[in-house]
């Protein structure tokens, strides 16, 4: 049995110089350029971006179309979420997702245009679409749905990546030391 196991192994085709491992498929420099893989992730954020928006303002199951006239629970108004009178911890965790997600796009959008024309341009209209975003989701969300899910959720991703950035830093300081101040005076000497 063992030699039936060794003989199938080395049936098996092996890479050879001329035909690269997966690894080297994957890992192509030539294939795919930065301003190619920028402009793609670009491409996908934004697409990202856009549906998480229109999700966040058409929820699952729609809006109410007209007020309930009965008064038996649950009540739900024109205009609120269908999904969040049905059940509640749905509507939660779908929002919380759905706005994580857009903010994380929007993040993604931000580093990728960092330093190109009008790129403070666009992070005003991002910041002004996701404070949109936060107050549309709030207008379809029901009278006592609490707000600060979503607000929550769209800081989550800056948040997550401030801690990665102070992290790297810290690993950099540790690893190489701290930086020197110039001069006896400080930074205002060296002015």
């Given at each position: 049995m063992?030699d039936?196991?060794n003989?199938?192994?080395?049936?098996?085709?092996q890479p050879?110089?001329?035909?690269?491992?997966i690894y080297?498929?994957l890992?192509?420099?030539?294939?795919?350029?930065?301003?190619?893989?920028?402009n793609g992730?670009l491409v996908?954020?934004a697409?990202i971006?856009?549906?998480t928006?229109?999700?966040?303002?058409?929820p699952p199951g729609?809006?109410?179309q007209?007020?309930d006239?009965?008064n038996t629970p649950?009540?739900?108004f024109?205009g609120?979420?269908?999904l969040a009178?049905?059940s509640?911890?749905?509507?939660?965790?779908f929002y919380?997702?759905?706005a994580a997600?857009?903010s994380?796009?929007?993040?993604?959008?931000?580093?990728?245009?960092?330093?190109?024309?009008?790129?403070?341009?666009?992070?005003?209209?991002?910041?002004?679409?996701?404070?949109?975003?936060g107050?549309?989701?709030?207008?379809?969300?029901p009278?006592?749905f609490?707000?600060?899910?979503?607000?929550f959720?769209?800081?989550?991703?800056y948040i997550?990546?401030?801690?990665?950035?102070v992290?790297?830093k810290?690993h950099?300081?540790?690893a190489h030391g701290?930086?020197?101040?110039?001069?006896?005076?400080?930074?205002?000497?060296?002015?």
């Amino acid at each position: 049995m063992a030699d039936d196991r060794n003989d199938v192994e080395m049936d098996a085709p092996q890479p050879t110089r001329d035909q690269p491992s997966i690894y080297d498929r994957l890992n192509d420099r030539e294939r795919v350029t930065t301003s190619e893989a920028r402009n793609g992730m670009l491409v996908v954020a934004a697409l990202i971006s856009a549906a998480t928006f229109a999700a966040g303002i058409n929820p699952p199951g729609g809006v109410w179309q007209e007020d309930d006239q009965k008064n038996t629970p649950p009540k739900h108004f024109s205009g609120k979420s269908v999904l969040a009178t049905n059940s509640e911890v749905y509507y939660q965790v779908f929002y919380f997702l759905n706005a994580a997600a857009f903010s994380s796009a929007n993040l993604v959008i931000g580093y990728l245009v960092h330093k190109f024309p009008y790129y403070v341009e666009i992070w005003g209209a991002m910041f002004c679409m996701s404070g949109t975003y936060g107050i549309s989701t709030s207008a379809v969300s029901p009278h006592d749905f609490n707000d600060k899910i979503i607000w929550f959720a769209i800081a989550v991703p800056y948040i997550l990546r401030g801690t990665v950035e102070v992290w790297k830093k810290l690993h950099w300081l540790v690893a190489h030391g701290p930086v020197p101040l110039p001069g006896p005076g400080g930074f205002a000497a060296s002015c």
